[in-house]
């Protein structure tokens, strides 16, 4: 379990998980922001389906903060866009979240 969801676990409304500037966010119904960690290290599995050799496309990003716990399952980058080399996707990460392309781990 991720702190992300254990975060979630405790509230009794409805919250939403947002990752960037190098941070992962609770935000609930009434919009107050929580920061849960500051991203240390990501973890991304990379998939090339074999029907498709060259295309590139994220199997799974796990983020951990700087005690290496895990922070954040992001599920929401899970989303079948195609990629065209390693690097693309991980400067496209690195984008997203905020961070060095240097802390990414393609695992």
Do not use: C
């Not at 409304?13 to 960690?37: C, F, K, N, P, T």
């Not at 240390?40 to 498709?52: D, G, K, N, V």
């Not at 700087?66 to 980058?77: C, F, G, I, P, S």
């Amino acid at each position: 379990m991720t702190k992300a969801d254990e975060f979630k676990a405790q509230g009794d409304s409805e919250i939403i998980i947002q990752v960037g500037d190098g941070e992962v966010w609770a935000i609930d119904e009434s919009g107050s922001l929580v920061v849960i960690g500051k991203i240390e290290r990501i973890e991304l599995s990379i998939e090339e389906p074999e029907e498709t050799p060259g295309v590139y496309r994220v199997e799974y990003v796990m983020i951990y903060d700087d005690n290496d716990e895990k922070l954040h399952d992001d599920q929401d980058v899970v989303d079948n866009t195609e990629y065209h080399a390693h690097h693309e996707l991980v400067d496209a990460l690195a984008i997203k979240y905020g961070v060095s392309k240097d802390i990414i781990d393609v695992v």
